[in-house]
């Protein structure tokens, strides 16, 4: 039998279930008390230190093997692009579970959910052939040792990586006035430049000009990637001959040539302006508390941010420390991933569910690193609260609950509820737990309920 419902619950066990939900992917049975000790420095303490080991993230192929097949078959037409596609289909399985694994037997959860952000921010996508096979390794190699240091280093790392240069197509982008344009004309192509400017930094069409893309377009000729007959295949190049020379003048200011370096000076004039650390908080802010996140929590990880330097560690203690992080109100929907996720921590499920977690999130409309081109998947509650959608939730819920209702062995669902979600359970549903007879029909209650369902 359940115990009664609690008559008062501390303030700490409160926040602690908040930073679980609402942070990470929520708690694991019983781990709300050890949270409870510190909530906030729980948060931050997982974005701290170095990412934990990973012999099976470590294990797979880095991105120079992948990016000189990858580029091989591209310059080989459609035909060879289809076949490379289908070879490297396995591989991309293997990889999808083998980072679920990792993410479900993870200790830091709160780091494992910026990673899903920082990923979808950048637009890396296997739905485009161009990135397919370089989708996670872009993760491993950039995301994962970036994401808590400087904004600047991460975009560097980023826009240099050949899943970024190569779904952009900016190896073959060259200048007017290079040696490869002159007596050809111009081949720009500003896909990367305008996915830079208007996504990735400062957004906000007032903060730049149409000029600002095309100067940036020119200062990224020469960016490319190795080919597979060249020295280092498949890793970062500049190349001399397709890059424009003479002056730029970007953002209001005059840059003079310096092949490589115009770039990495732009992008780093781009991570210091304030619509960049703006676009940034907002964009986080959304992903993490609400559709519309209250301006003293925006301004506040602004503060962390410009504070550390553009730092990314810093927008998190700014999102951290403002009061409005921590309302009880469960403002915010979560994504399929982000409810697979929550269900396998909460019935303390291992890295042996990784094929189950992956079938389940692309079932519900979500499967890992396909998200559409460029844009990323929604970060709006109205992409994942459509009436088919919930219905799909309901069915996949309770089929959950029926399989994992083994896990609570002998615990009633409503003491469960309280070990997972402490006081965000209403005594509404707990009343509603507490007199559903079947079991498993009580854990498909609670995690079809809005104080799971929401963070």
Same mark, same amino acid.
């Given at each position: 039998?359940?115990?009664?419902?609690?008559?008062?619950?501390?303030?700490?066990?409160? #926040?602690? +279930?908040?930073?679980?939900?609402?942070?990470?992917?929520?708690?694991?049975?019983?781990?709300?008390?050890?949270?409870?000790?510190?909530?906030?420095?729980?948060?931050?303490?997982?974005?701290?230190?170095?990412?934990?080991?990973?012999?099976?993230l470590d294990a797979l192929p880095g991105s120079p093997a992948k990016a000189a097949a990858l580029i091989d078959s591209l310059a080989s037409g459609p035909g060879a692009v289809r076949a490379h596609r289908r070879?490297?289909?396995?591989?991309?399985?293997?990889?999808?579970?083998?980072?679920?694994?990792?993410?479900?037997?993870?200790?830091?959860?709160?780091?494992?959910? !910026?990673?899903?952000?920082?990923?979808? #921010?950048?637009?890396?996508?296997?739905?485009?052939?161009?990135s397919m096979s370089l989708a996670y390794a872009f993760e491993r190699e950039v995301i994962r040792p970036h994401m808590t240091g400087s904004y600047t280093k991460l975009l560097t790392q980023a826009v240099r990586h050949p899943?970024? !240069?190569?779904? #952009?197509?900016?190896?073959?982008?060259?200048?007017?006035?290079s040696p490869a344009g002159l007596g050809s004309g111009s081949g720009l192509n500003a896909a990367l430049a305008h996915h830079i400017i208007t996504r990735l930094t400062v957004a906000d069409e007032t903060a730049h000009t149409d000029r600002d893309i095309v100067e940036l377009t020119k200062m990224l000729t020469g960016w490319s990637v190795a080919g597979p007959a060249e020295p280092n295949a498949g890793t970062f190049? #500049?190349?001399?001959?397709?890059?424009?020379?003479?002056?730029?003048?970007?953002?209001?200011? +005059?840059?003079?040539?310096?092949?490589?370096?115009?770039?990495?000076? +732009? !992008?780093?004039?781009?991570?210091?302006?304030?619509?960049?650390?703006?676009?940034?908080?907002?964009?986080?802010?959304?992903?993490?508390?609400?559709?519309?996140?209250?301006?003293?929590?925006?301004?506040s990880m602004i503060d962390g941010y410009a504070g550390g330097g553009n730092s990314l560690r810093g927008l998190v203690q700014g999102l951290v420390d403002a009061p409005g992080a921590w309302t009880p109100v469960q403002a915010k929907a979560k994504s399929p991933d982000d409810l697979v996720l929550s269900v396998a921590r909460a019935l303390d499920y291992g890295p042996d569910r990784a094929g189950v977690a992956l079938r389940s999130m692309r079932a519900l409309g979500q499967a890992p690193k396909q998200a559409p081109l460029v844009a990323g998947w929604p970060d709006l509650d109205a992409a994942w609260t459509a009436p088919q959608q919930v219905v799909e939730r309901a069915q996949w819920v309770a089929a959950a609950a029926a399989e994992g209702i083994q896990a609570l062995g002998t615990t009633p669902v409503p003491d469960f509820a309280l070990s997972i979600l402490g006081p965000l359970?209403? +005594?509404q549903t707990y009343r509603r737990l507490s007199v559903t007879r079947d079991q498993a029909e009580a854990l498909g209650l609670l995690f079809a309920s809005p104080e799971f369902q929401r963070r």
């Open positions: 039998m359940a115990q009664p419902y609690p008559t008062e619950f501390s303030p700490e066990i409160g #926040f602690a +279930a908040i930073a679980a939900s609402r942070f990470g992917y929520g708690a694991r049975p019983g781990q709300l008390s050890a949270i409870s000790a510190d909530p906030a420095g729980w948060v931050m303490s997982q974005i701290s230190g170095p990412p934990e080991p990973s012999p099976g070879a490297v289909q396995a591989a991309f399985e293997r990889e999808a579970q083998t980072h679920l694994a990792h993410t479900l037997a993870s200790k830091t959860p709160v780091r494992e959910r !910026l990673v899903r952000f920082w990923c979808n #921010f950048f637009g890396i996508t296997a739905t485009d052939p161009r899943a970024m !240069l190569l779904a #952009f197509e900016n190896s073959g982008s060259f200048g007017q006035y190049v #500049f190349r001399e001959e397709l890059h424009q020379p003479q002056g730029k003048f970007f953002l209001n200011r +005059a840059y003079p040539s310096a092949g490589a370096l115009e770039a990495e000076a +732009a !992008l780093d004039a781009l991570t210091r302006r304030e619509p960049t650390a703006r676009n940034l908080a907002t964009r986080l802010a959304r992903y993490i508390l609400s559709d519309a996140p209250a301006e003293d929590v925006v301004d359970v209403t +005594a």
